[in-house]
């Protein structure tokens, strides 16, 4: 009588244990695709604020530092729907000797169907910041 009565269980546990595990396997999936997301703006953050302190001007650094940021982000396959770059250049104003910085700023607009499930609704903004040091010696083009 015991086997009789447990007939049909094991579909019944499967039935309502299948959505759940599954659910729980997209959640992991989706919040390891959005921490690599978070990754590769923060390289590109990093290699842009690296570019722009290689640099001797401000507006050299500024076009050089958004070029990087745009080519690190296409090389690792993330399409944003809008990036900003913002890399400010006082520090290329500094005196010669005195200590400088260049800090990078990357944010871009993700479209959550592109990371998760195609069709999934919303986006999310994964903004980066990096700063670089200015070499104090380094020769700097000045505009008079």
Known sequence: MGRRADRGSLSLETAILAPVLLTALLVAIAAGRIHIADNTVDAAARNAARAASLERDGSTARSEGTRIAQQTLQEQGLRCSSLTVDVPTGGFTAA???????????????????????????????????TSPIDPYRGRLTTS
């Not at 990357?106 to 959550?112: S, W």
């Open 96 to 130: 010669l000797g005195a200590p400088a910085n260049v800090t990078v700023t990357v944010t871009c607009q993700l479209c959550l169907s592109d990371l998760l499930i195609p069709g999934f609704p919303g986006s999310k903004a994964i903004t980066a910041t990096f």
